[in-house]
């Protein structure tokens, strides 16, 4: 416990599953946590809520991490609250649409780019200035997929983001690894978020879905949570540029059979 101690982590995307899940994990551990929301207020309070249960402070900000403007201002309002945030954790994102490429209209292809990748840079950008003005040091986490690996049909724009995300941590990480940044992804598999509401609500759907999954079975929100923490925490140091998968060995399940 306290391996977060005096910390401010800024989570994108935390009024429900992942996100809300690492909030709860990084107050666990000591952080001051700012939650925000696209369009679900009411789970960012009730996130606000859990991390406060656990005895540490939290702020609660609407942002719609596509638009430039809206990040900056998240940032000014978490500075304001906070003084500096530490650890960045970029997770809010739209999933893939079902959508075949030939059919996939420009608008929700840039819909995706601009919250699953623009998003990610608007906040990374605005994340290191921070950690300059304050000697540096920090760690940025971002939230990728199986799909920055795996290609789904259908899901064309969801895992060109994905894809794209790997490739900017892995530069982030060489930029400013003498700095003492340390930038990493995370990649879920099959995890019973509303992202996979089906799933969640749906025992048969859920056991056909996790066939294919060598644990046969989805993974929990907390999980990921602990692994963020691991690599929130100064226990993390010496690692950067990687891209840690949770997916039960869904990774190396794929191409068995062939």
Known sequence: MGKLNGKTALITGSD?????????????EGANVVITYHSDEEGGKETLKKVENEGAKGLVLQ????????????????????????????????????IEI????????????????????FCVRRFIKIRRENGGKGKILNVSSVHEEIAAAGTGEYCSSKGAIKMLTRTLALELAEEGINVNNIAPGMI????????????EEREEKTQNIPMKR?????EIGKLAVFLASSDSDYVTGSTYFMDGGLMRAVGQGA
């Open 16 to 28: 429900s599953g992942i996100g809300q899940a690492t909030a709860i994990e990084f107050a666990k």
């Open 63 to 98: 942002v719609d991490v596509s638009n430039e403007q809206a990040v900056e201002q998240m940032f000014d309002s978490a500075l304001a609250e906070f003084g500096t945030i530490d650890i960045l954790m970029n997770n809010a994102a739209v999933n893939g649409l079902g």
């Open 102 to 121: 030939a059919d996939l209209s420009t608008e929700k292809w840039d819909k995706a780019i601009k919250t699953n990748l623009y998003g990610y840079f």
């Open 192 to 203: 019973l978020t509303p992202m996979n509401q089906e799933a969640k609500d749906n025992k």
């Open 218 to 222: 989805a993974g929990r929100p907390e």
